[in-house]
C-alpha cells in the first residue's frame, strides 16, 4: 500500500493519494469514427466502434504511456428505449454490496453523440488488491477522477479490450460541438433513454423563456475523516480519493442525486426527465432514474 501523511486524529494514514491531473491529448487515432443511429419502433438503435474523432492521450505500449491498453476499433450495438419512464427508485452504477458479479461497477452510464462510452465508475475497491480480493470493499471504490489511472485530458482511458471510454467531462468532444453559454445542448443518452446535456440549463426547468445557467451538483465533501482501520476500510480525511467521501445533500445545487433533474428541453418541448454532466463531481451521473438497458451491462 501506498503511504501519505494525509491521515486522521487516530494516527492511521490515507493508503492512496489525492491525484487529479490528467495526460495529454497528443496522438490522432489511426482508425475512423463509426456511429449510426436509427429508430425502430419503440427503440433507439445505435452501433459505434468506440472510436472519437477527437485527439487522444498516449495509450499503448512505449515511453510517456498513459497505460498499456492500445485503442482498438470494437463493435457495439445499443438499444435505448424512446419512451423511458421513471422507476420506483434509483438504480446505482455501482452495486457496495454481494459478492462476484452481483458487486462491483455493474452498468456504463450512456453513450455520447460520437459513439463513445460515458463509464464513470472505476474497478479499483479497497483494499486494493484486485476486484476479485476476498477483502474487497466495493464501499470504498476509488474515484477515478482523483488518482491517478491513466486519464487524457477528456478523463478518458482504454480498457484491456481496447475500448477508449469517458470517467468525466469529455473536453475535446465539448469543444468540438462548440458548446455555447446560453443554450441548452444535446451530447447523448443515457442507458435508461433519458438525454444527457452538458452543464447549462433553464433556470426555470418549466420555462423555455428563462435565462440559460450553468446547473450545479447537490454533492459535497463529507467532513472529517473517514474512520477505518485501513484493513477492513480506509482512513484518513475526506478529500475525494474514494468515490464515498462525496455526500448527497438534498437542494444543495439544482441537480438531484442522479445529476438530473426534470423540465423542457429544446428537443423534448412537452418535457422529460434529464441528466446533466457537470465539471464538478459526480461529472457523469452514478445513478439512473429509470430502467437502464442491458447493453450498456458490464460483464456480460
Known amino acids: ?167 468525466g467531462s469529455p473536453i475535446l468532444f465539448l469543444e468540438s460541438l462548440n458548446v455555447p453559454i446560453n443554450a441548452m445542448t444535446l451530447i447523448g443518452y443515457a442507458a435508461d433513454g433519458f438525454p444527457i446535456y452538458y452543464k447549462y440549463a433553464y433556470s426555470e426547468a418549466s420555462n423555455n423563456n428563462s435565462s440559460v445557467v450553468e446547473m450545479s451538483s447537490s454533492y459535497q465533501l463529507k467532513s472529517g475523516n473517514r474512520g477505518g482501520d485501513n484493513v477492513t476500510a480506509p482512513c484518513g480525511t475526506y478529500d475525494g480519493v474514494y468515490s464515498n467521501d462525496y455526500e448527497y445533500v438534498f437542494g444543495l445545487g439544482t441537480l438531484d442525486e442522479a445529476n438530473g433533474r426534470t423540465g423542457i428541453t429544446p428537443e423534448y418541448p412537452n418535457g422529460t426527465y434529464y441528466y446533466v454532466i457537470t465539471d464538478e463531481f459526480p461529472s457523469i451521473p452514478r445513478f439512473f432514474r429509470g430502467i437502464p438497458s442491458n447493453d450498456f451491462k458490464i460483464g456480460m
Open 1 to 167: 500500500m501506498i503511504n501519505n501523511s494525509d491521515g486522521d486524529d487516530s494516527g492511521c494514514v490515507s493508503d492512496q493519494v489525492l491525484d487529479s491531473s490528467r495526460g495529454d491529448c497528443d496522438q490522432t487515432v489511426a482508425f475512423t469514427n463509426s456511429f449510426n443511429q436509427t429508430i425502430l419502433g419503440a427503440n433507439r438503435i445505435i452501433t459505434s466502434n468506440s472510436i472519437p474523432e477527437h485527439m487522444v492521450g498516449r495509450f499503448g505500449m512505449g515511453p510517456g504511456s498513459l497505460n498499456p491498453n492500445a485503442i482498438s476499433e470494437q463493435n457495439e450495438t445499443y438499444t435505448i428505449s424512446l419512451n423511458p419512464s421513471e422507476a420506483n427508485t434509483f438504480t446505482p452504477l455501482l452495486s457496495t454490496t454481494g459478492a462476484g458479479p452481483n458487486a462491483g461497477p455493474q452498468y456504463a452510464f450512456g453513450l455520447l453523440l460520437n459513439g463513445v462510452e460515458l463509464d464513470p465508475v472505476a474497478a479499483e475497491p479497497f483494499p486494493h488488491e484486485g476486484a476479485i480480493s476476498p477483502n474487497v470493499n466495493w464501499e470504498w471504490n476509488l474515484e477515478a477522477l482523483n488518482v491517478n489511472l491513466g486519464l487524457d485530458c477528456n478523463s478518458a482511458h482504454v480498457q484491456p479490450t481496447g475500448k477508449y471510454h469517458y470517467h
